[in-house]
């Protein structure tokens, strides 16, 4: 059943699916919902939001992790909002019918091929991160991973008994194609920014990577204006603790940009903070980088500024509303700048605020920035 947000000067109508799933995702997802509603009608926006079930309270109630209504929903509309998946009453289950299951198979639908996880240090928030000052400040970095590929996708893949002893295995595998469409996307998107791509690969021991970086170079000959450097994914890694800053764009395939991802994560101060959209389909799905956390879901002490700044991400890449976009932006800094924090962010554990406390402060900044011209593209 559709909800339908409108006013008489409703500028566009927003169309959007939202699935809060498991543990935390419908708390996060409500404090998104509160900023997605400040911002539509602060800019004069209609929304038309369908909410579905996925993952593990998917499985709760129609028996299987990704329904035939939530897909149809989300490929109706004009973007997808989601919480979270992961339930570990399902950990026992095949893979393809656990809750996880969901997330993959929605991306593979909607075509997503790529995932944009921007990580950001905030100025108020650079004595929450466990590297000193002078390390992490400056860091605003977009890591751009390639979704449908690799280890993830690749066939063939399974586990066997095996006479002696269990066996599994699983298949890295891309063409020049799918690199190729993901590698144009970085590209364009750090000529927005500061024009360095650093493409991140193991090309001295696996023949994807090989391709990998053969391709990102031959694409990287129509960028004349965009730096390019290649780095092996464990120089990596230690050059995003190290010398955080130096990174603009960094381009990698699926399984290497899931780990420097929530590396990025724990750099900027929290995993909490990491908004992400998967676009270059029909439809974009916006979420937050953490999972479901299970432990913490019902106690208000989950962070949603991930959920938050992944609606920022949506009016920006689904809608190319970049003004609703950066009011978001500059809603969650004031908030920040102005000491509200989560319990994930501080070390005094008395003095932190609930989700709900958070979100509503969030959509209050929404409501008092005036709307601003010139967003800086993210």
């Known amino acids: 059943m559709a909800i339908v947000i409108s006013n008489e000067i409703s500028a566009v109508l927003l ?49 299987v992790p990704l329904p035939d209504e939530t897909l149809e929903a989300c490929l109706a509309s004009s973007a997808v909002l989601m919480g979270a998946v992961g339930d ?72 066997s008994s095996g006479e002696c002893s269990p066996e599994a295995f699983n298949t890295m595998r ?17 000529r927005a920014r500061r024009s360095k791509v650093t493409s991140v690969d193991k090309a001295n021991v696996l023949e994807c990577s090989r391709l990998w970086r053969q391709t990102v170079s031959r694409i990287a000959e129509d960028y004349p204006d965009v730096e390019i450097e290649h780095q092996y994914v464990d120089s990596c890694a230690m050059a995003l603790v190290s010398r955080p800053s130096s990174f603009d764009v960094i381009l990698t395939e699926n399984m290497f940009g899931d780990i420097l991802s929530d590396e990025a994560g724990a750099v900027v101060g929290s995993l909490g903070l990491l908004a992400s959209a998967s676009i270059g389909g029909a439809v974009g799905l916006f979420e937050p980088v953490h999972g479901s956390a299970p432990d913490i879901a019902g106690r208000g002490i989950a962070n949603p500024l991930g959920a938050i700044l992944s609606v920022a991400m949506m009016f920006r890449h689904s ?27 501080v070390e005094d554990q008395s003095d932190w605020r609930t989700t709900f406390e958070m979100g509503t402060r969030v959509a209050e900044c929404v409501r008092e920035i005036k709307p601003q011209k010139g967003a800086r593209a993210t």
Do not use: C, W
């Open 319 to 345: 809608f190319h509303l970049d003004n609703e976009a950066a009011s978001i932006e500059r809603a969650v800094e004031k908030t920040l700048a102005e000491g509200f924090r989560t319990r994930d962010l």
């Open 15 to 63: 169309k959007i699916a939202v699935l809060p799933g498991d543990g935390v995702g419908p708390e996060v997802t409500a404090e998104a919902m509160r900023v997605l509603e400040a911002a539509a009608l602060a800019f004069g926006h209609g929304l038309d939001l369908s909410f579905k079930e996925i993952g593990g309270s998917a499985i709760k109630r129609f028996g």
């Open 88 to 159: 570990p009453a399902f950990d026992a289950f095949p893979l393809e019918a656990r809750p996880e299951s969901a997330l993959l198979g929605l991306r593979r639908e909607l075509g997503a091929f790529a995932n944009l996880r921007p990580a950001v240090a905030f100025q108020s928030l650079l004595g929450s991160s466990p590297l000193r000052r002078s390390i992490v400040e400056g860091t605003d970095v977009l890591i751009v991973r390639e979704l449908l590929g690799g280890l993830y996708f690749g066939e063939p893949r399974g586990a």
């Open 174 to 190: 891309y063409n020049a194609g799918e690199i190729e469409r993901v590698a144009v996307m970085a590209f364009e998107l750090a």
